[in-house]
């Protein structure tokens, strides 16, 4: 009796699977419960891909801001992070995927509708099952928030004061990424009018970028960096470290665009999957030969932050449609990109806007393009992408500016003269991320 006993759970444990199976030959679709499983867990990896991403913007800027500024970029952005983290749960998930609980029909969801989870132990009813968890849903769009906030974080690195900037965060985090992000994703005016933005290039990279312009703008440049007509270039700390940073960020991109296929439950999902992981690898590699190729004409010398950005352009023009290109789509997508960059860069200098990192062409400008590019593999239009591209611009850039400018005349939002000379890690924080450099 003991023995049956022992033997009826494993049975039960071989059973389910043939049951599973046979149910699905007999309908030719796979159970409700096999497609949950699958697309929870695909949530999951690229959640955890997306949130490695993080790492990757910390390696990125701390190795071009100089050693001075590099703890103030650590602690940035793993406050960053976890603001979003918190953000999100109490106003922005819901404020993003309203469902039916629209406050203002397509435009603006609820506020303060705290996100809750699947009960503990209670399997989902039939009808949820038709999607994935709640809580790998939440986890994965939470990263994608966080992403867009150290954009910002790059662009106004070596002359922000730390708080004012969280203070940028939590609104950007919480309200205004959410707001602009129901307007596609959470089925909103913009996504029946057709606009199509697939993991991001607009929704995600721009409203960063469009935040991070109006706090350049505000901020102003950093000391000495335009003087007599001229540009100064201030090299970053640690190249090795930038190219880490983009070689994180690389490998999260493909949480990022496959993790959005958003189902895992089919052999043709799976199969979408692979593609847009390969679609997304040609892109970055194309966007970073082309910005090698491009330098070396024009400087007659290589340059490594190009080349950088270069695969980062790239990864940002593949995002907003990384599915339908052939191989040879993702490639010249992408070599536009990292072009792209390498004339954007000199461009916003002779405008005196001071970007350390090289945010904004990235993920601004890449990010248009981008987005204008689904035009050559989508049943969509270009007055309906632009109005898209618009309309992010608008709402994204005034808000900012606005908020910006509040920060700048209540609290004030740049370090003294002094402090920025001496570095942030010692005025801000009062350590420094290379002790052992400054000592004699």
Excluded at 149 to 171: D, H
Excluded at 368 to 377: D, K, L, P, R, S
Aim: charge should be negative.
């Amino acid at each position: 009796m003991n023995l049956m006993k022992s033997l009826i759970p494993a049975v039960a444990i071989v059973a389910l699977p043939q049951m599973s199976l046979a149910q699905e030959a007999a309908t030719g679709e796979p159970a409700l419960h096999t497609q949950y499983i699958f697309t929870t867990l695909l949530f999951l990896m690229g959640g955890f891909l997306v949130f490695f991403m993080a790492a990757g913007f910390a390696m990125l800027e701390g190795g071009l801001v100089r050693s001075k500024n590099v703890a103030m970029q650590m602690i940035k952005n793993i406050a960053l992070f976890s603001i979003a983290a918190i953000m999100y749960w109490l106003i922005g998930f819901n404020l993003m995927y309203p469902g039916d609980g629209w406050t203002i029909s397509g435009w603006l969801g609820p506020f303060f509708s705290v996100t809750t989870l699947d009960p503990v132990g209670v399997a989902p009813t039939d009808a949820a099952l038709d999607y994935a968890s709640i809580g790998s849903d939440f986890f994965f769009q939470l990263v994608f928030v966080a992403a867009t906030a150290s954009i910002v974080s790059g662009a106004v690195a070596e002359r922000i004061k730390l708080w004012p900037f969280l203070a940028f965060v939590v609104v950007l985090t919480g309200i205004l990424y959410p707001i602009s992000g129901s307007w596609k994703w959470g089925g909103g005016w913009l996504d029946a009018r057709g606009f199509s933005d697939f993991a991001g290039s607009t929704v995600v990279h721009s409203v960063g970028g469009w935040a991070a312009l109006a706090g350049a703008i505000i901020l102003g440049p950093r000391i000495g960096k335009y003087k007599d007509g001229k540009v100064h270039p201030m090299p970053g700390s640690n190249l090795a470290l930038a190219t880490l940073g983009t070689f994180i960020l690389w490998l999260g991109w493909f949480g990022f665009n496959g993790g959005s296929q958003l189902a895992m439950g089919t052999v043709g999902d799976v199969s979408d999957v692979s593609r847009i992981f390969a679609n997304t690898n040609m892109a970055a590699a194309s966007g970073a030969v082309a910005a090698l190729i491009l330098t070396q004409v024009l400087y007659k010398k290589p340059d490594l932050t190009m080349v950088l950005n270069g695969a980062l352009a790239g990864l940002v023009s593949i995002t907003a449609e990384p599915l339908a290109p052939t191989l040879f789509g993702a490639l010249w997508i992408g070599a536009v990109g990292g072009i792209i960059v390498v004339f954007a860069v000199p461009m916003l200098d002779k405008f005196k806007i001071d970007d350390v990192v090289g945010a904004i062409p990235v993920h601004l400008f890449a990010g248009i393009w981008g987005t204008i590019a689904v035009i050559f593999y989508g049943e969509v239009s270009l007055i309906t992408q632009l109005t898209g591209i618009i309309a992010y611009g608008v709402f994204t850039f005034v808000a900012a500016l606005i908020l910006w400018s509040v920060l700048k005349a209540t609290v004030g939002i740049r370090v003294s003269e002094e402090d920025e000379i001496n570095g942030l890690d010692m005025a801000e924080l009062g350590m420094e991320a290379y002790p052992e450099f400054s000592k004699g």
